[in-house]
């Protein structure tokens, strides 16, 4: 049991995700009007960006970042309908809590330049050595006079070949603990010294961009420091309290989808045995399971009061039904073409923005620690 | 006799060790592929010697099933596909595959009952020259076009909707569906390919890789789970090569397989999710294969050889 649970706020969350159900018809209605399954097939197989995807979600007010809400909404209803545009739409603000939170006046308005579609963001965490230990990484940004110098690369980042800016965390100084030392950075990719490389061959989510990225002698000024130098490792994990729970909503999107095609199926061919009805019911009732958990730990989030232990089980427990959703709508569907993007969808949900190893390693420290 | 597996054994790991699944799975099974595999005896493993055959034991068929699969499933499928399915159903006539067990053509096998507009959806080497018919009784017809579809697993084959002409009907007293139901156990081979070439991808990962200035396999999660499939993947090939019977050993597999693919593209963490690392097509095919074949027909019979009378069916 995680103590400190605020009733009313929960409820209040979800009475607000109640509130916007004109709202999420509205997502839904983008959704399946703009990802036909030619565009879907199309982004699927050239592993291309839809820019204009983005734009388009943009232009239809579906990336309404003073409401985390509708965002939240935006994720799950794109992702039910397929994961890959579905994240394209929504993944291009990456890394931008960071900036809001902690950034400077010039970052907060090449931020609102990101939010009006101008820029695409994205974070540089993860690197080739380590995905998981993010305070064990090797990027280096030493200062020299008012400038830091930036050398070492990054692994797996998403809109890495097409971002403006990158928010890179990168190690300024060698501590004693090394959660210490870390800063957080605004790279513009138009800097000499950066190189991206996009990176092809994913199992799905296909239509985003991930890239490896390499920053050779990259100068950046003061200036582009965000939030204060040796703080960077703890604006990172309070940024993966909040994306968490997006991983969490995409999870869920997939599960959901997983979960209609599997209903069409057996509506359609009249399917009405008991063992089928029973794997409906298992599924159904983890996707709710999944939708309460990650409603509920994004009510703390919205009053910016993020519950770790609780945002780490949102974001397993939803990856975990997406995957079994997804293999259980494959199994049911007997290989459909459309269900199997799921299925290759649904893998990364228990990988990025922390594997589940490392969610229940958060879970019970946390639990542990007696709460949150 | 266990000597003469041992031996094959070897053969098979040598062999298999010089394919390029990932070339196979770009590029599909090449006419070079095919005849390596004919040169080899393994595209007519189960047929006769007198009948232009290796007249293999289901031991021997079953030891070159898993031990390929380990390196490419998609050949180890496609040997499947010849030996199981098609050579039951066309026992009585060979003629259809003359080429084929020479590695001049592939033999379509048809996943769909439905005809429509003079084509079928589903068929797998849909680049052969004829299709068996997924039909009640025995049926065969020449292909005359094939648009490719996308198959999640086993992407060397050739998949796709396959239209066709001169339909007739075969003599013979098995068709697709009880060739399956006659084959669990080389199924469950394939799968134990499916789970030996995963788990050795991740045991070997989990030795160099380090997380937190620790080796992955020091932590006791990874280490315990991964013991434990080594455990479970020992087990499924000494019941492969027992007299347990097949309904019971495929089942052991296909969970087996889907569960343990899985777990160890997690343990590569992101470099699991593309392709290049050789892992996410293990879990790929085990989710096909369980896709295709692992359905309510086949838990009646499971059932059936449990209850020893039809059940399950509500």
Same mark, same amino acid.
């Given at each position: 049991m995680v103590e400190g649970r605020d009733i009313q706020c929960f409820w209040s969350v979800f009475k607000m995700f109640e509130e916007l159900d004109d709202y999420r018809k509205k997502v839904r209605d983008f959704g399946l009007s703009e990802f036909t399954e030619d565009l879907i097939d199309r982004y699927d197989k050239t592993e291309e960006y839809p820019d204009d995807i983005r734009l388009k979600a943009l232009k239809s007010g579906l990336i309404d970042m003073s409401n985390p809400a509708k965002i939240l909404i935006s994720i799950e209803e794109l992702c039910r309908i397929d994961a890959g545009l579905g994240i394209a739409a929504t993944i291009p603000y990456f890394g931008g809590e960071v900036i809001m939170l902690y950034g400077n006046e010039k970052q907060k308005r090449i931020l609102n330049d990101v939010y009006s579609g101008k820029y695409i963001l994205g974070l540089g965490v993860t690197e080739p050595s380590g995905g998981? +230990?993010?305070?064990?990484?090797?990027t280096t940004a030493k200062k020299i006079g008012d400038k830091y110098v930036i050398n070492g690369s990054k692994m797996f980042?998403?809109?890495?070949?097409?971002? +403006?800016y990158i928010v890179l965390l990168a190690r300024t100084s060698d501590e004693e603990n090394k959660h210490h030392g870390l800063t957080t950075f605004l790279i513009n990719t138009k800097s000499p010294g950066f190189e991206a490389n996009k990176l092809h061959g994913k199992l799905g989510v296909r239509a985003t961009n991930t890239a490896e990225l390499k920053f050779n002698n990259l100068e950046v000024s003061v200036d582009d420091v965000i939030g204060e130098v040796g703080q960077g490792f703890y604006y990172i994990m309070t940024f993966f309290n909040i994306s968490r729970i997006y991983v969490a909503a995409q999870a869920l999107g997939i599960a959901r989808g997983a979960l209609d095609k599997i209903l069409e199926f057996v509506k359609n061919n009249n399917i009405k045995d008991e063992y089928t009805m029973f794997k409906v019911s298992d599924v159904s009732t983890r996707i709710e399971a999944s939708r309460q958990l990650t409603y509920n730990a994004a009510s703390y989030l919205f009053k910016f009061d993020p519950k770790p232990a609780l945002t780490s089980m949102a974001k397993v427990y939803a990856g975990e039904t997406a995957v079994y959703a997804s293999e259980l709508a494959m199994e049911i569907t007997k290989n459909d073409h459309k269900t199997q993007r799921f299925f290759r969808n649904a893998k990364i949900m228990e990988i990025w923005e922390g594997t589940s190893e490392i969610e229940k390693l958060i879970i019970s420290r946390q639990i542990l620690k007696g709460g949150n | 006799m266990e000597d003469e597996y041992k031996l094959l054994r070897e053969n098979v790991e040598e062999f298999g060790s010089t394919l390029d699944e990932k070339k196979i799975e770009e590029n599909g099974i090449d006419n070079n592929l095919l005849k390596k595999l004919a040169s080899q005896g393994f595209l007519a493993a189960l047929i006769p010697e007198n009948l232009g055959g290796s007249g293999l034991d289901e031991s021997s068929y079953n030891i070159i099933l898993e031990v390929l699969s380990k390196y490419s499933p998609s050949s180890a499928f496609e040997i499947f596909l010849i030996n199981s399915i098609a050579y039951p159903v066309l026992s009585d006539d060979l003629n259809y595959l003359n080429d084929v067990i020479k590695g001049d053509d592939f033999i379509g096998i048809s996943l769909d009952k439905t005809i429509k507009n003079n084509s079928l959806d589903s068929v797998l &080497?849909? &680049?052969?020259?004829y299709t068996i018919m997924s039909s009640d009784v025995p049926a065969i017809a020449e292909n005359e076009n094939f648009t490719e579809k996308d198959f999640?697993? /086993?992407?060397g084959i050739r998949f796709g909707n396959v239209g066709i002409k001169n339909q007739k009907n075969i003599?013979? &007293?098995? &068709?697709i569906k009880n060739s399956i139901m006659n084959s669990y156990r080389s199924l469950a081979a394939i799968n134990l390919g499916i789970i030996s070439g995963s788990l050795q991808k991740a045991l070997e990962y989990s030795a160099v890789r380090q997380a937190f200035d620790v080796h992955l396999k020091d932590f006791g999660p990874i280490a315990f789970n991964l013991s434990k499939m080594v455990a479970r993947e020992n087990i499924l090939r000494n019941i492969i090569y027992s007299n347990v019977n097949s309904e019971y050993v495929f089942d052991f597999s296909i969970e087996n397989a889907l569960e343990i693919s899985k777990y160890s593209l997690n343990v590569h963490?992101?470099?699991?999710? /593309?392709?290049? /690392?050789?892992?996410?097509k293990f879990y790929r095919d085990a989710m096909a294969l369980k896709a295709v074949f692992y359905g309510n027909d086949f838990l009646e019979n499971l059932s059936k050889r449990v209850y020893g009378e039809r059940s399950g069916f509500i």
């Amino acid at each position: 049991m995680v103590e400190g649970r605020d009733i009313q706020c929960f409820w209040s969350v979800f009475k607000m995700f109640e509130e916007l159900d004109d709202y999420r018809k509205k997502v839904r209605d983008f959704g399946l009007s703009e990802f036909t399954e030619d565009l879907i097939d199309r982004y699927d197989k050239t592993e291309e960006y839809p820019d204009d995807i983005r734009l388009k979600a943009l232009k239809s007010g579906l990336i309404d970042m003073s409401n985390p809400a509708k965002i939240l909404i935006s994720i799950e209803e794109l992702c039910r309908i397929d994961a890959g545009l579905g994240i394209a739409a929504t993944i291009p603000y990456f890394g931008g809590e960071v900036i809001m939170l902690y950034g400077n006046e010039k970052q907060k308005r090449i931020l609102n330049d990101v939010y009006s579609g101008k820029y695409i963001l994205g974070l540089g965490v993860t690197e080739p050595s380590g995905g998981s +230990d993010v305070a064990g990484l090797k990027t280096t940004a030493k200062k020299i006079g008012d400038k830091y110098v930036i050398n070492g690369s990054k692994m797996f980042i998403s809109n890495g070949g097409i971002a +403006d800016y990158i928010v890179l965390l990168a190690r300024t100084s060698d501590e004693e603990n090394k959660h210490h030392g870390l800063t957080t950075f605004l790279i513009n990719t138009k800097s000499p010294g950066f190189e991206a490389n996009k990176l092809h061959g994913k199992l799905g989510v296909r239509a985003t961009n991930t890239a490896e990225l390499k920053f050779n002698n990259l100068e950046v000024s003061v200036d582009d420091v965000i939030g204060e130098v040796g703080q960077g490792f703890y604006y990172i994990m309070t940024f993966f309290n909040i994306s968490r729970i997006y991983v969490a909503a995409q999870a869920l999107g997939i599960a959901r989808g997983a979960l209609d095609k599997i209903l069409e199926f057996v509506k359609n061919n009249n399917i009405k045995d008991e063992y089928t009805m029973f794997k409906v019911s298992d599924v159904s009732t983890r996707i709710e399971a999944s939708r309460q958990l990650t409603y509920n730990a994004a009510s703390y989030l919205f009053k910016f009061d993020p519950k770790p232990a609780l945002t780490s089980m949102a974001k397993v427990y939803a990856g975990e039904t997406a995957v079994y959703a997804s293999e259980l709508a494959m199994e049911i569907t007997k290989n459909d073409h459309k269900t199997q993007r799921f299925f290759r969808n649904a893998k990364i949900m228990e990988i990025w923005e922390g594997t589940s190893e490392i969610e229940k390693l958060i879970i019970s420290r946390q639990i542990l620690k007696g709460g949150n | 006799m266990e000597d003469e597996y041992k031996l094959l054994r070897e053969n098979v790991e040598e062999f298999g060790s010089t394919l390029d699944e990932k070339k196979i799975e770009e590029n599909g099974i090449d006419n070079n592929l095919l005849k390596k595999l004919a040169s080899q005896g393994f595209l007519a493993a189960l047929i006769p010697e007198n009948l232009g055959g290796s007249g293999l034991d289901e031991s021997s068929y079953n030891i070159i099933l898993e031990v390929l699969s380990k390196y490419s499933p998609s050949s180890a499928f496609e040997i499947f596909l010849i030996n199981s399915i098609a050579y039951p159903v066309l026992s009585d006539d060979l003629n259809y595959l003359n080429d084929v067990i020479k590695g001049d053509d592939f033999i379509g096998i048809s996943l769909d009952k439905t005809i429509k507009n003079n084509s079928l959806d589903s068929v797998l &080497n849909a &680049n052969g020259k004829y299709t068996i018919m997924s039909s009640d009784v025995p049926a065969i017809a020449e292909n005359e076009n094939f648009t490719e579809k996308d198959f999640m697993g /086993f992407k060397g084959i050739r998949f796709g909707n396959v239209g066709i002409k001169n339909q007739k009907n075969i003599k013979s &007293n098995k &068709n697709i569906k009880n060739s399956i139901m006659n084959s669990y156990r080389s199924l469950a081979a394939i799968n134990l390919g499916i789970i030996s070439g995963s788990l050795q991808k991740a045991l070997e990962y989990s030795a160099v890789r380090q997380a937190f200035d620790v080796h992955l396999k020091d932590f006791g999660p990874i280490a315990f789970n991964l013991s434990k499939m080594v455990a479970r993947e020992n087990i499924l090939r000494n019941i492969i090569y027992s007299n347990v019977n097949s309904e019971y050993v495929f089942d052991f597999s296909i969970e087996n397989a889907l569960e343990i693919s899985k777990y160890s593209l997690n343990v590569h963490g992101g470099y699991g999710y /593309f392709k290049d /690392f050789g892992v996410e097509k293990f879990y790929r095919d085990a989710m096909a294969l369980k896709a295709v074949f692992y359905g309510n027909d086949f838990l009646e019979n499971l059932s059936k050889r449990v209850y020893g009378e039809r059940s399950g069916f509500i």
